[in-house]
C-alpha cells in the first residue's frame, strides 16, 4: 500500500488574478474580484454583478494552446488546460520519465460554458465545445497520459471529490500522480435568471464589490464567479524520488449524500456536521487538530446559518476558538472550480502561515458567532486545515490537509 498523498503543484485563475502569486496577495489584501458583468449586457437582469476572469486570459492562453485546438474549446475549457499546464510546469514533472499510465486527470466540471455568452462557436466546434469531458481529455491529449481520464458532476463540490477520487486511486496503487481540479463559468444570461428565480443570487448591485458578504446578517444570496483551480497529486515516493517540492498531505476526506431536498442542505447542518466528522475519522485526527476551517460560506442565508450550525455539532466550544473564512467572499462562487479552488487556498494558508479574510463582514448576524476572520487577513501558524464543499442536490465533500512532515 502505498504512503502518503501529497500536493506537489498547484495554479488558480480567477477574478483575482491570473495566476497563483497574484491571487495569493490580493486574497491576503482582501480585495474584491466582483465588477459588473461585461460578457453580456446585464441592464435588463435582476442580477447585474459577478466575479469575472480579466480580459487579459485571452492572451495568456494563446501562450499555451494551439491556435487550431483553441478554437475547439470553450473559453472555460481553455482556463482549465491553461491552468493546469502552468501547475505542471511548475511543479517540474517531466512526463518522459514517469510511466504515463499510472498517470491521470480527474476534474470536476458541472458545465463547459458552452452558452450565449461563449464566442465563435459553430456547427463544425459545437460538439467539442459541449463535451463535458473534453477539459480532462485535452489535457491527458496534451502529455499522452494513459491513466484514468474522467470528469465529475457533483454540483458545487464537483471539484472536491475530483480531489478524493484521485487521492483514492494513489492509496488503492492504481496511479502515481494525478492532475485533479476544475473550472467553471456561469456568467450567461440564462443561467443568472434562472438562480434569480430560485432566489439564490444576490441582487446588490452597487458596490459590486459589497454583495458577497457571507456570515453577515445582510447577506442576500451568493455572487457567480468563474475560475479554474489545478493541483498536482503524488505519491510520497514518486515525489521524493524525482526530487518535487511538496506543499502538503492529504490525510483524508470524506463524501456524502443527503438525500433530503435538491436545493436546501439537511435542516441544522446535519448532513454538513456528518460529513465534517467522516473526514475527520478518514484523516485519523480529532477536533482538537484542527486549526483552521475554509468554509463553503456561500453568502445565502441557509448555507451560512446550517454550516454554522455544524461547526458547532462538530467542535462544541472549540468551535469558537477555530478560525474560519470564505474565499467566496472575494472571488464569488465558481461553482465546479470551487472546490478546487479552495483547496488551494487552504493549502497557501498552511504554506505561508496566513488565513484570509472574510471580506464584508461590517454587520455580523447576532446567530453567527464563531470567529470567521472578518475582513483583514491574519498570521497564524496551522497544521492541519478542512475545506468544505457542499452543492445543490445534498452532494458534500470536506477535505483535509496538513502541513507535510
Not at 179 to 187: E, P
Not at 196 to 213: F, G, H, I, T
Not at 306 to 312: H, M, N, Q, V
Request: some cysteine; proline content about 3%.
Amino acid at each position: 500500500m502505498p504512503g502518503k498523498v501529497v500536493i506537489t503543484g498547484m495554479n488558480m485563475i480567477s477574478s483575482l488574478g491570473l495566476d497563483l502569486p497574484s491571487n495569493w496577495l490580493n486574497l491576503t489584501a482582501g480585495k474584491s474580484g466582483v465588477r459588473r458583468i461585461t460578457l453580456f449586457n446585464p441592464s435588463d437582469s435582476v442580477t447585474q454583478i459577478a466575479a469575472e476572469v480579466s480580459v487579459d486570459f485571452e492572451g495568456l492562453s494563446r501562450q499555451y494552446i494551439k491556435k487550431r485546438a483553441g478554437s475547439q474549446m470553450t473559453r472555460v475549457t481553455r482556463m482549465g488546460l491553461t491552468c493546469a499546464k502552468v501547475a505542471i510546469e511548475q511543479s517540474g514533472i517531466n512526463f518522459d520519465l514517469l510511466d504515463r499510465s499510472r498517470c491521470g486527470v480527474i476534474l470536476g466540471v458541472v458545465n463547459t460554458g458552452n452558452s450565449t455568452s461563449e464566442k465563435d462557436t459553430t456547427t463544425q466546434n459545437t460538439i467539442f465545445k459541449s463535451m463535458t469531458n473534453s477539459m480532462s481529455a485535452w489535457i491527458s491529449l496534451e502529455y499522452q497520459l494513459s491513466g484514468a481520464n474522467f470528469v465529475v458532476n457533483t454540483a458545487c463540490a464537483s471539484s472536491a471529490y475530483a480531489i478524493g477520487l484521485a487521492y483514492d486511486a494513489i492509496r488503492s496503487g492504481q496511479a502515481d500522480l494525478m492532475i485533479v481540479g476544475g473550472a467553471d463559468s456561469i456568467i450567461n444570461r440564462e443561467e443568472i435568471a434562472g438562480f434569480n428565480a430560485l432566489y439564490a443570487l444576490s441582487v446588490q448591485n452597487e458596490p459590486p464589490e459589497k454583495a458577497s458578504k457571507p456570515f453577515s446578517r445582510e447577506r442576500d444570496g451568493f455572487v457567480i464567479g468563474e475560475g479554474a483551480g489545478m493541483l498536482i497529486l503524488e505519491s510520497e515516493e514518486s515525489a521524493i524520488h524525482r526530487g518535487a517540492t511538496i506543499f502538503a498531505e492529504i490525510p483524508g476526506y470524506a463524501f456524502s449524500s443527503e438525500g433530503y431536498n435538491i436545493m436546501a442542505p439537511m435542516k441544522d447542518g446535519e448532513g454538513m456536521a456528518f460529513t465534517m466528522e467522516k473526514a475527520m475519522k478518514s484523516a485519523g485526527i480529532t477536533t482538537n487538530d484542527v486549526d483552521y476551517i475554509n468554509a463553503h460560506g456561500t453568502s445565502t442565508e441557509l448555507n451560512d446559518r446550517y454550516e454554522t450550525l455544524a461547526i458547532k455539532r462538530v467542535f462544541g466550544e472549540r468551535a469558537y476558538q477555530i478560525p474560519i473564512s470564505s474565499s467566496k467572499s472575494m472571488i464569488g462562487h465558481t461553482i465546479g472550480a470551487a472546490g478546487a479552488i479552495e483547496a488551494i487556498i487552504t493549502i497557501q494558508s498552511i504554506c505561508n502561515g496566513i488565513l484570509p479574510p472574510t471580506i464584508n463582514l461590517d454587520q455580523p448576524d447576532p446567530d453567527l458567532d464563531l470567529d470567521y476572520i472578518p475582513n483583514v487577513s491574519r498570521k497564524k501558524d496551522i497544521t492541519t486545515a478542512l475545506s468544505n464543499s457542499f452543492g445543490f442536490g445534498g452532494h458534500n465533500a470536506t477535505l483535509v490537509f496538513r502541513r507535510y512532515k
